[in-house]
């Protein structure tokens, strides 16, 4: 991900096909010593295509995907009345459990700014 964010923002930053050591430097500012396999993968992987266009693909690509139970919830409950309720009651359940085991954590005998 740190390669294909430096070459990103080799991109921005006006150089449009970004070379290794163009990335290296990118690392190198920051304290990451880069990995040659993997720069030389991400390098090849974007040769000679428009960085927009593989971020407009990929964004098409994580519409199909699903993202958490939302949605499966919203099409259950419109099915049927009472599994929102259901789906409602265990989410405050959930949250019940959330808030005794911060509680726990209050008591472990040190404070963060002690």
Known sequence: ????????LAVLGGNEAPASK???KILDS???EADDE????????????NVDDVIAAGNAKLASVPSGGAVAVSSTSAATPGAGAAAAATEEKKEEK???SEESDDDMGFGLFD
């Open 30 to 32: 920051v304290g990451i």
């Open 98 to 100: 959330k808030d005794e």
């Open 22 to 24: 163009d990335i290296k």
């Open 38 to 49: 993997r720069l030389n993968k991400v390098i090849s992987e974007l040769k000679g295509k």
């Open 1 to 8: 991900m740190r390669y294909v964010a430096a070459y990103l």
